[in-house]
């Protein structure tokens, strides 16, 4: 039997109600293989933004068995499943002074909890006076170093040429986040998940707010995500755009 990038099996979620708990689905499978792009579509209020995040690990209420390129979820930490399976959600979190901090806060977080790694107590030599300086450095230089170091990684430039492809030309990367609007968070968000390369991205209805336009660019470049072997899953309500390579509808707890 052949390989899929994902697969899950006997998905069910079951939310607590007024009247006891409620399900929402039950007994779903997917499949999906590298370059394709899946449109999750249906009525709402039927649990597609539930079964996206159970894919990803992070609705407490959801459970089931899912591989990733054939090795099961619980061979991976949270941490690790969710730096290879990306959830956009709907409205996006940005966490930072501007738009550069925004998009690099992944690499930030993942640099400094290298640091934090390399600077455990099991690492720390027998004398505790240098002990005590390393800590202190560590809590002087941390930050700086983290942000330093996530500049490095992912230069001004890329940040921009992923922004401008997105139509997010007018969008300074000095700009602070609170200054844009719905679709210009939405696609800030969207080029901070898409740099990080994962090897699956939900997206929740992540051309929701934008202009024809606007929703034409995002499509190109997840069509080209796609083409460089990334699956996409999308929540959409907007007409067919001709990028996905099939539909599948959820409607009263089931797939077709």
């Not at 929402?24 to 249906?42: H, P, Y």
């Not at 159970?54 to 930490?77: C, I, K, Q, V, Y």
């Not at 901070?192 to 929701?208: F, I």
């Amino acid at each position: 039997m052949s390989t899929h990038l994902f697969s899950a099996r006997d998905m069910t979620c079951t939310v607590p109600s007024q009247d006891g708990e409620k399900t929402i689905f039950q007994g779903l499978s997917f499949d999906i293989d590298a370059g394709e792009i899946v449109d999750l579509v249906g009525p709402s209020g039927t649990g597609k933004s539930s079964l996206l995040t159970a894919f990803a690990r992070l609705n407490p209420h959801a459970g089931g068995t899912m591989f990733l390129d054939g090795r099961p979820s619980t061979e991976f930490t949270p941490q690790q499943w969710r730096c290879s399976v990306a959830y956009l959600p709907q409205k996006p979190v940005l966490i930072g002074d501007n738009v550069a901090e925004v998009i690099r806060l992944p690499w930030t977080l993942a640099i400094r909890n290298e640091q934090d790694d390399s600077s455990s107590d099991t690492n720390h030599p027998a004398d505790p006076q240098a002990h005590a300086r390393t800590r202190g450095k560590r809590r002087r230089s941390g930050i700086w170093g983290a942000v330093h170091n996530g500049v490095d990684m992912l230069p001004d430039d890329k940040i921009r040429t992923t922004l401008d492809a997105i139509g997010c030309e007018d969008i300074d990367l000095g700009r602070a986040p609170h200054d844009l609007s719905g679709g210009q968070a939405a696609r800030v968000s969207l080029a901070r998940t898409l740099l990080t390369d994962p090897k699956l991205l939900l997206a929740d209805e992540v051309d929701a707010g934008l202009d024809d336009d606007n929703a034409a660019k995002v499509a190109a470049i997840l069509s080209d995500a796609a083409q460089r072997g990334m699956a996409v899953i999308r929540i959409r309500h907007r007409p067919p755009d001709g990028v996905a390579t099939r539909t599948v509808t959820l409607d009263e707890g089931g797939l077709r």
